[in-house]
C-alpha cells in the first residue's frame, strides 16, 4: 500500500503515538473496554437507532412540507402521533449510546498525522460526517424538544438536510465496517489465558479498567438509553404518563406551544366582525359569522394532537367538518385547502391539507375541545383538527378556507 508519508516521519509516528512518555500517546488512552466488539456493539445499536429517526423524519417532514404530488393519507388517524413519539424517542435513547461511542473513539481521533493513506482521508471524512452529523442531530433535536433555539437557522430545515449527511455516512461506514464488526459480534469474547494473569494485579488483561467488564459496560450504556426513554416516552405513551418525568410537557395539561397572545391574535379572534370566509377555486364562496356557524351540524371525532416535539395526547373534537363546508362551497372533488389563521407573520398562518384529508369525515373545523368551547389559546373561535396531521399544520384562529 502507498503511504502519503515518508517513512523517517512514519516511524516518528509510530514512538510518539506509542509511546506512554510522549505527548499523542494514544496507547494511554487504552482500555479493555475500547475494543472491536463494545465498538461493533455500540455502532450497530447507533445505526439501527438513528435509521429509525430517519425513516419516521422522511415521514415528518413531508408531513410538515406537504407537497401536493405526494399526498400523505388521512389513515390511520394516529399514524404520526406513532411515527413522530418512535422518532423523538429513538433519538432520546441514542443519547447515551452516542456518549460511549464517541468515549471509546476519540483516542483514535488523536491519531497523529491523521492521514498515512489515502484510503485514511476517505475513512476520516466518513468519520467525520459520522461524528458531526450523529453528534448535531442529536443535540439539535433534543434542544428543539427543550424549545432552545440557541442557533440562527431553521430547525426543520437544518435537521432535515444533515440527517442525510449523517445516514449516507452511516450507510458508508456500515459497507466498510461491514466484516469487521460482523467478526467482532459474532467472536465470543475471548478469556485470558491463567498465563496472561498478572498475579501481582490479581486481575486479567480484562480487569485493568477497574471492574467495569465489556458487557457491564454495554449494559450499563443500554440500561441508561432504557431509563432515559422511559422517563420521556410517556409524553406520547398514555400508559407510561406518570413515569414521563423528565418530559418537558405534559400531555394532560393539553399544553399550549403558541398562545393567543404570543400570536398577537387576541382581538382579532373576540371581535363581533369576526368570519369564516370559504374561497378559491369553488362555484360559490360564501362567509359565515359565528352565530352562523354555530348553526351548522356539527361532529365530533376522537383525535390526537401530535407535536413534533415528541409530546401528544388524543381528545374528543367537535365542530364543522370541512367537507361539508367544501360541498356547500360547490368545490371540485379533488379540492384541496389552504387553511389561513387570524395570525400573521408566522410560518403556521397557513396550512395544506390534501384532497384526501380534507374530504375526511374526521377533518374539522373544531369550535370545542372536551366538550368545552375552545379556549382563545387552543385556537377560539375555530381550529384546524384532522387525522394523520402533525401539531404544527392544526392551525388555530382560523379564518378562511381557501380551496386549491
Ligand atoms: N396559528 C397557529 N396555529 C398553531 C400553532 C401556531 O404557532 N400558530 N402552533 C401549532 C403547534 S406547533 C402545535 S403542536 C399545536 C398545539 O396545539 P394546541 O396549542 O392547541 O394544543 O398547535 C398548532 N397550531
Ligand atoms: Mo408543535
Same mark, same amino acid.
Given at each position: 500500500?502507498?503511504?502519503?508519508?515518508?517513512?523517517?516521519?512514519?516511524?516518528?509516528?509510530?514512538?510518539?503515538?506509542?509511546?506512554?512518555?510522549?505527548?499523542?500517546?494514544?496507547?494511554?488512552?487504552?482500555?479493555?473496554?475500547?475494543?472491536? =466488539?463494545?465498538?461493533?456493539?455500540?455502532?450497530?445499536? /447507533?445505526?439501527?437507532?438513528?435509521?429509525?429517526?430517519?425513516?419516521?423524519?422522511?415521514?415528518?417532514?413531508?408531513?410538515?412540507?406537504?407537497?401536493?404530488?405526494?399526498?400523505?393519507?388521512? &389513515?390511520?388517524?394516529?399514524? !404520526? &402521533?406513532?411515527?413522530?413519539?418512535?422518532?423523538?424517542?429513538?433519538?432520546?435513547?441514542?443519547?447515551?449510546?452516542?456518549?460511549?461511542?464517541?468515549?471509546?473513539?476519540?483516542?483514535?481521533?488523536?491519531?497523529?498525522?491523521?492521514? &498515512? =493513506?489515502?484510503?485514511?482521508?476517505?475513512?476520516? $471524512?466518513?468519520?467525520?460526517?459520522?461524528?458531526?452529523?450523529?453528534?448535531?442531530?442529536?443535540?439539535?433535536?433534543?434542544?428543539?424538544?427543550?424549545?432552545?433555539?440557541?442557533?440562527?437557522?431553521?430547525?426543520?430545515?437544518?435537521?432535515?438536510?444533515?440527517?442525510?449527511?449523517?445516514?449516507?455516512?452511516?450507510?458508508?461506514?456500515?459497507?466498510?465496517?461491514?466484516?469487521?464488526?460482523?467478526?467482532?459480534?459474532? =467472536?465470543?469474547?475471548?478469556?485470558?489465558?491463567?498465563?496472561?494473569?498478572?498475579?501481582?494485579?490479581?486481575?486479567?488483561?480484562?480487569?485493568?479498567?477497574?471492574?467495569?467488564?465489556? &458487557?457491564?459496560? /454495554?449494559?450499563? $450504556?443500554?440500561?441508561?438509553?432504557?431509563?432515559?426513554?422511559?422517563?420521556?416516552?410517556?409524553? %406520547?405513551?398514555?400508559?407510561?404518563?406518570?413515569?414521563?418525568?423528565?418530559?418537558?410537557?405534559?400531555?394532560?395539561?393539553?399544553?399550549?406551544?403558541?398562545?393567543?397572545?404570543?400570536?398577537?391574535?387576541?382581538?382579532?379572534? %373576540?371581535?363581533?366582525? !369576526?368570519?369564516?370566509?370559504?374561497?378559491?377555486?369553488?362555484?360559490?364562496?360564501?362567509? /359565515?359569522?359565528?352565530?352562523?356557524?354555530?348553526?351548522?351540524?356539527?361532529?365530533?371525532?376522537?383525535?390526537?394532537?401530535?407535536?413534533?416535539?415528541?409530546?401528544?395526547?388524543?381528545?374528543?373534537?367537535?365542530?364543522?367538518?370541512?367537507?361539508? /363546508?367544501?360541498?356547500?362551497?360547490?368545490?371540485?372533488?379533488?379540492?384541496?385547502?389552504?387553511?389561513?389563521?387570524?395570525?400573521?407573520?408566522?410560518?403556521?398562518?397557513?396550512?395544506?391539507?390534501?384532497?384526501?384529508?380534507?374530504?375526511?369525515?374526521?377533518?374539522?373545523?373544531?369550535?370545542?375541545?372536551?366538550?368545552?368551547?375552545?379556549?382563545?389559546?387552543?385556537? !377560539?373561535?375555530?381550529?384546524?383538527?384532522?387525522?394523520?396531521?402533525?401539531?404544527?399544520?392544526?392551525?388555530?384562529?382560523?379564518?378562511?378556507?381557501?380551496?386549491?
Amino acid at each position: 500500500m502507498s503511504t502519503l508519508i515518508p517513512r523517517p516521519l512514519e516511524d516518528l509516528v509510530e514512538r510518539v503515538t506509542t509511546d506512554p512518555d510522549l505527548p499523542l500517546r494514544q496507547k494511554r488512552f487504552s482500555s479493555a473496554l475500547r475494543d472491536p =466488539r463494545v465498538a461493533a456493539w455500540l455502532g450497530a445499536s /447507533l445505526a439501527v437507532l438513528f435509521t429509525i429517526c430517519f425513516v419516521t423524519g422522511l415521514f415528518s417532514h413531508i408531513q410538515q412540507h406537504p407537497v401536493s404530488w405526494l399526498p400523505v393519507p388521512a &389513515r390511520p388517524a394516529g399514524l !404520526y &402521533r406513532v411515527t413522530q413519539g418512535v422518532h423523538v424517542a429513538a433519538g432520546i435513547a441514542s443519547v447515551p449510546v452516542l456518549l460511549a461511542k464517541l468515549w471509546t473513539i476519540w483516542p483514535r481521533v488523536l491519531t497523529f498525522p491523521p492521514f &498515512r =493513506r489515502v484510503s485514511d482521508v476517505v475513512e476520516r $471524512v466518513e468519520v467525520l460526517a459520522l461524528i458531526g452529523g450523529g453528534v448535531f442531530q442529536v443535540f439539535s433535536g433534543v434542544a428543539n424538544i427543550a424549545q432552545w433555539y440557541p442557533w440562527r437557522f431553521s430547525f426543520t430545515v437544518t435537521h432535515f438536510w444533515v440527517a442525510w449527511v449523517a445516514e449516507g455516512a452511516i450507510v458508508a461506514h456500515l459497507g466498510s465496517k461491514w466484516f469487521v464488526t460482523r467478526r467482532s459480534l459474532r =467472536r465470543r469474547p475471548r478469556r485470558p489465558a491463567l498465563s496472561e494473569i498478572d498475579p501481582a494485579l490479581g486481575a486479567s488483561a480484562e480487569g485493568s479498567h477497574a471492574g467495569l467488564s465489556r &458487557r457491564g459496560f /454495554l449494559g450499563t $450504556v443500554a440500561a441508561a438509553s432504557g431509563v432515559l426513554t422511559f422517563v420521556t416516552v410517556g409524553q %406520547t405513551w398514555p400508559l407510561l404518563r406518570r413515569f414521563a418525568v423528565l418530559a418537558p410537557r405534559k400531555p394532560a395539561a393539553q399544553p399550549i406551544n403558541r398562545s393567543a397572545r404570543n400570536a398577537g391574535v387576541i382581538t382579532a379572534a %373576540t371581535a363581533a366582525s !369576526y368570519q369564516l370566509a370559504v374561497s378559491g377555486r369553488v362555484a360559490r364562496p360564501f362567509t /359565515l359569522s359565528l352565530a352562523e356557524l354555530r348553526a351548522l351540524p356539527t361532529e365530533s371525532a376522537e383525535l390526537p394532537i401530535a407535536c413534533v416535539e415528541g409530546w401528544s395526547y388524543s381528545a374528543r373534537w367537535s365542530g364543522v367538518r370541512l367537507r361539508d /363546508l367544501l360541498a356547500r362551497a360547490g368545490a371540485p372533488g379533488d379540492a384541496a385547502v389552504r387553511v389561513h389563521s387570524l395570525e400573521a407573520h408566522s410560518i403556521y398562518s397557513v396550512s395544506f391539507v390534501n384532497h384526501i384529508q380534507a374530504h375526511d369525515p374526521d377533518t374539522l373545523l373544531a369550535t370545542h375541545l372536551d366538550g368545552r368551547l375552545l379556549s382563545l389559546d387552543h385556537g !377560539y373561535p375555530l381550529r384546524l383538527i384532522g387525522p394523520d396531521r402533525p401539531g404544527v399544520n392544526q392551525t388555530k384562529w382560523v379564518t378562511r378556507v381557501e380551496v386549491v
